[in-house]
């Protein structure tokens, strides 16, 4: 078997083949050499731009597919994965009704409280790997279900990537704000970390929720990564559980 394009890549040598593969497969995503939603080469494609074998590529993909980078489609081929499709849009947001019936409550009103840009703090640029004082962008919004505003969530964008991002921009936008940031930013989130605890709200976050500064609300940080685990976005969420409940499925 001949040997792979390593070129311009950190992979180890003693990695396995297949992993090479999905790592300068990841590049090419990562550069934007296919968008959201477009398909990828055939693996007979791939296969012979790298100079392995097809099975090669095929373990590769499955990989990437395991990990919702990919979506394969019955004879048509692979895609890269969009936070545009109808089943992936909220797969970040586990809130459902305590009905279950996610179809009847309909998609969340979104009204956005603040779009700013500031100066990192320290616990912002820790997470999002910059320096303190670099420029972020700071988003305040209110989802409601119902006309009742169930989750109040901030979220900090590193300034460089979302260059151009604005309150005014965000209002227009009908999708999800992941698929925004695809189509209009060229980031797409592909993995995140979250944690979880109980709290009481502050003064302006209990107006915001409509509730009682004595109401436990679930608090929710997350932190999501784009390709190679960059750090893009540090969101920290508000739930209100008197109607809903936080799902996840695990295995």
């Not at 489609?73 to 909220?90: D, L, M, N, S, W």
């Not at 009704?97 to 912002?124: K, Y």
């Not at 006309?147 to 005014?168: H, R």
């Not at 997350?222 to 109607?243: C, I, Q, S, W």
Request: aromatic share 6%; glycine share 6%.
């Amino acid at each position: 078997m001949n040997t792979p394009l390593l070129a311009d890549t950190a992979t180890p040598s003693f990695s396995p083949l297949y992993q090479q593969i999905k790592t300068l497969i990841l590049q090419s995503l990562q550069a934007g050499e296919w968008k959201p939603g477009e398909p990828i080469p055939s693996e007979m494609d791939l296969a012979a731009r790298f100079r392995v074998s097809q099975g090669t590529v095929r373990k590769a993909i499955d990989e990437l597919a395991a990990e919702n980078l990919v979506v394969r489609r019955q004879g048509k081929g692979t895609f890269v994965a969009t936070h545009a499709e109808q089943h992936v849009q909220y797969r970040f947001l586990k809130l459902v009704p305590d009905s279950g019936d996610t179809a009847t409550e309909g998609p969340a009103e979104r009204t956005i409280v603040d779009c700013r840009r500031l100066r990192a703090s320290a616990d912002v640029a820790r997470a999002l790997a910059l320096r303190s004082g670099d420029a972020v962008l700071q988003v305040r919004r209110v989802l409601a279900y119902r006309g009742v505003p169930t989750i109040l969530e901030d979220l900090w964008l590193p300034g460089l990537p979302f260059k151009g991002l604005t309150a005014e921009r965000l209002r227009a936008s009908r999708g999800p704000m992941y698929a925004m940031f695809e189509t209009e930013f060229g980031v797409r989130m592909v993995r995140a970390e979250e944690k979880i605890r109980a709290v009481l709200p502050d003064t302006e976050q209990a107006a915001l929720l409509a509730v009682d500064a004595a109401t436990p609300l679930l608090s929710v940080e997350r932190l999501a990564h784009t390709y190679h685990d960059t750090p893009m976005e540090l969101r920290r969420g508000l739930y209100r559980t008197d109607t809903h409940h936080y799902r996840n499925e695990l295995g």
